[in-house]
């Protein structure tokens, strides 16, 4: 097969090089609502085309090579006095995969443990290319179920304004859960 981003012959759909030497995560803080701070791991110009690969089949190889050069080193290096859990942002499978949930997968460690289809979106809207103003007049709608009393981190693959993972964590939050921060492959606003 190709590399889908140098297109030389590869073993698997983006080559060894060009993830030693292209995909290199940097750490971005960016605070989102008063001491609450989302990290990422990409600029959205050093992703984008990988980042839109959730809508298609190969997406799912795509995400698993994203998430081990970040999201599992994130998690090799992170520490805490208790277990934390690791919560995709609306985990529902499209194309065969969720893409927050492999997210979430790669979070596991000695003190993460991923936690699957407790915070589902009710209101399926599609954000993409929409401003501000349209996600606050059309929310989620999280329902939480299966998870309270817990100590999260948030996951998703993008950051834009912010609406999303902050209305995600006050649906986490209802049911007394702690939302340490979010964690997310990409910062549209770097």
Same mark, same amino acid.
């Given at each position: 097969? /190709?590399?889908?981003? @140098?297109?030389?012959?590869?073993?698997?759909?983006?080559?060894?090089?060009c993830q030693k030497n292209l995909l290199?995560?940097?750490?971005? %803080?960016?605070?989102?609502?008063?001491?609450?701070?989302?990290?990422?791991?990409?600029? /959205?110009?050093?992703?984008?085309?990988?980042?839109?690969?959730?809508?298609?089949?190969?997406?799912?190889?795509?995400?698993?090579?994203?998430?081990?050069?970040?999201?599992? %080193?994130?998690?090799? =290096?992170?520490?805490?006095?208790?277990?934390?859990?690791?919560?995709?942002?609306?985990?529902?499978?499209?194309?065969?995969?969720?893409?927050?949930a492999i997210l979430a997968k790669h979070?596991? #460690?000695?003190?993460?443990?991923?936690?699957?289809? @407790?915070? %589902?979106? #009710?209101?399926?809207?599609?954000?993409?290319?929409?401003?501000?103003?349209?996600?606050?007049? =059309?929310?989620?709608?999280? %329902?939480?179920?299966?998870?309270?009393?817990?100590?999260?981190? /948030?996951?998703?693959?993008?950051?834009?304004?912010?609406?999303?993972?902050?209305?995600?964590?006050?649906?986490?939050?209802?049911?007394?859960?702690?939302?340490l921060f979010s964690l997310t492959l990409?910062?549209?606003?770097?």
């Amino acid at each position: 097969m /190709l590399c889908i981003t @140098c297109k030389n012959l590869s073993l698997q759909i983006i080559c060894k090089d060009c993830q030693k030497n292209l995909l290199i995560p940097s750490f971005h %803080k960016r605070e989102i609502e008063d001491g609450f701070f989302n990290y990422s791991f990409y600029t /959205l110009s050093e992703l984008e085309d990988l980042i839109l690969s959730k809508y298609y089949f190969h997406g799912d190889r795509v995400f698993n090579i994203l998430a081990k050069l970040s999201f599992a %080193k994130f998690a090799q =290096n992170f520490s805490f006095t208790q277990q934390v859990i690791a919560v995709p942002i609306d985990d529902h499978t499209r194309h065969d995969f969720s893409h927050t949930a492999i997210l979430a997968k790669h979070l596991k #460690s000695q003190f993460i443990t991923p936690k699957y289809n @407790c915070l %589902k979106a #009710s209101n399926i809207v599609k954000y993409a290319g929409k401003d501000l103003e349209f996600r606050q007049k =059309n929310p989620r709608r999280f %329902k939480t179920t299966n998870i309270s009393n817990q100590m999260t981190i /948030l996951c998703d693959d993008l950051i834009t304004t912010g609406a999303t993972i902050k209305e995600a964590k006050k649906a986490l939050e209802k049911k007394n859960n702690q939302v340490l921060f979010s964690l997310t492959l990409a910062d549209a606003k770097l």
